[in-house]
């Protein structure tokens, strides 16, 4: 079953007006001149969204949010809606990331309630799994992103509105990656999990991405694998040199 591969940058809050739009426009002429078989996704923080959309015209990164409100509209005060991403041009949004998830208790429900509510909007979403340190030692990776998937995939998922981005909360951002086989392993629990969500076909198309210090060093190894179909890349991602690296590592 062919998956197109997808590398996402995911941003975090990092960047002024001035950084995002040499950042992407940097990436834009990239990969316009390695001509990646990949979708490419940058993922900036929201005050950066209009400046590397216009950064991006003429080029086929595509644009995407790191989080949104599970509701259109509202006494919301500080959130955003899905569709104000929409409009501002967003193809994608993250939702449920780990940092998410401790910093603003995200539990899986309200990870469910906001993918529901981009998808309603007209967005792809990318929803984040993955187990703690704690959790990997206690021999339960498998129990918690199993868990993760039922609790916050919605029954609206569809191969073309979904991405799952596995990313152990111990490798992200620490230099820790998950081993090729250690990554591919969770890889193919999650389609297995998948398969009983949302039936074989859907699972079998859906694209998993791996996250967690990815880098150029480590990427082609892990995106080789039969069930890592791209990457979710933070710290890598804010240098174009290293992201466009990432890029043409894939299928
Ligand atoms: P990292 O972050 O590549 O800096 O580990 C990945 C992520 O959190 O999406």
Known sequence: MSRKTLIAGNWKMNGLLADGASLAKEIASNVKAIKPNAEVLVCPPFTLLTTVKKALRGSKVMLGAQDCHAEEKGAHTGDISPYMLK???????????????????????????????????GLKVIICIGETLAEREAGKAFEVTEKQIKGSVPSEATAANTVIAYEPVWAIGTGKTATPDDAEAVHA???????????????????????????????????????????????????????????KTSK
């Open 87 to 121: 409009d501002a041009g967003c193809d994608y949004v993250i939702l449920g990331h780990s940092e998410r998830r401790t910093d603003h208790k995200e539990t899986n429900a309200l990870v469910k309630a906001k993918a529901q509510a981009a998808i309603k909007a």
């Open 189 to 247: 629990h999650v389609r297995k999990v998948l398969v009983q969500k949302c039936g074989k076909g859907v699972a079998s198309r859906m694209r998993i991405l791996y996250g967690g210090s990815m880098k150029p060093a480590n990427a082609a190894e892990l995106i080789a694998k039969e069930n890592i179909d791209g990457g979710l890349i933070g710290g890598a991602s804010l240098k174009a040199a290293d992201f466009t690296a990432i890029i």
